[in-house]
Structure formats: structure tokens, C-alpha cells
């Protein structure tokens, strides 16, 4: 019998992005996440899901994730936010945002390919209004794989 892919379980859930979120400023980017090193596990796939506390976006509102591979295992790129926007090179997702007025947001976007390599992330406030102050936004990481033994 031919062997059928099925998912492995996947590693456990990680913040890559928590209180640089708090009171973020429209049309901002974050600071890059902390290393997230994908280079040991060799996790294909992952699914990104951002929460944000109660917040009122604007119509069109949307959070666009940034994802920086470092290659040779040490350096990352060192393009400026406004160039980022430019050329899309490291886009990872774009995340619409819901617009109902004074309400947490919780969006989970899947299937994403991860690189085999260290990697940080940043986020883009598009939602036309500040991120909440509190310390309830986050942006986690579920990595997995497929396993080709069924």
C-alpha cells in the first residue's frame, strides 16, 4: 500500500510577538520578534495567529507579518521598515481585521511555509488606530510537518 501523508503533531504553540505589540501605532512596524530557530526542527508549516485586544480599525484595516531569514544562521536583513512596505520581499501574510467597533480580535492564518533557518518576525499596524495598551496582544507560532508514513 502507498504511503499517505498525514500531519505530525505539531510543536508547541510560541509568542513571537507580545508586548512590542502594546500601543503600537498605526501605519507602525513592530520590532522584530526574537530568533525563532527552525533550523533544527525543520518544520515545513505553520500557522500564525494574532490576537489583539479591544480595538476600534477603521474600514480596510488589515496587520501584514514580516518574516527575516538569516541565511547563514547570524545575519538578518537590514531593511528599513518603508522599504519593507516597498518590495514585499519578506512579506509573510497579510491579516484582514474585522471592523466592529470595541472588540478583541483573534485571526489565525494557516498553512504558512516556514524556512528551514533562523527566522524573526515584525508586524505592521495597518488598522487605522493605535494597538490597545494592554499587555493582551500577540502574535504565536504553531509550527508542523506532514509525515509521508501514514
Known amino acids: 500500500m502507498a504511503n499517505i501523508g498525514k500531519w505530525n503533531a505539531p510543536t508547541a504553540s510560541a509568542t513571537q ?4 505589540l502594546n500601543a503600537l501605532a498605526n501605519n507602525t512596524m513592530s520590532a ?7 533550523s533544527t526542527n ?5 500557522d500564525i495567529e ?8 477603521t474600514s480596510g484595516a488589515y ?11 547570524t545575519n ?15 512579506l509573510f501574510c497579510t491579516i484582514p481585521i474585522g471592523t466592529t467597533a470595541s472588540t478583541a480580535q483573534r485571526v489565525a492564518v494557516r498553512n504558512l511555509v ?5 527566522v524573526q518576525f515584525k508586524l505592521d499596524n495597518q488598522t ?11 502574535l504565536n507560532l504553531l509550527a508542523y510537518n506532514i509525515n509521508g508514513n501514514g
Open 17 to 20: 510577538l507580545n508586548t512590542g
Open 32 to 38: 522584530a520578534s526574537a530568533t525563532y530557530d527552525n
Open 42 to 46: 525543520l518544520n515545513i508549516y505553520c
Open 50 to 57: 494574532l490576537v489583539l485586544a479591544s480595538l476600534s480599525p
Open 63 to 73: 496587520c501584514s507579518v514580516y518574516i527575516w531569514e538569516a541565511p547563514d544562521g
Open 76 to 90: 538578518f536583513p537590514a531593511q528599513s521598515d518603508a522599504d519593507l512596505r516597498l518590495t514585499s520581499t519578506q
Open 114 to 118: 516556514l524556512p528551514p533557518a533562523k
Open 128 to 138: 487605522g488606530v493605535a494597538l490597545n495598551a494592554s499587555n493582551n496582544n500577540f
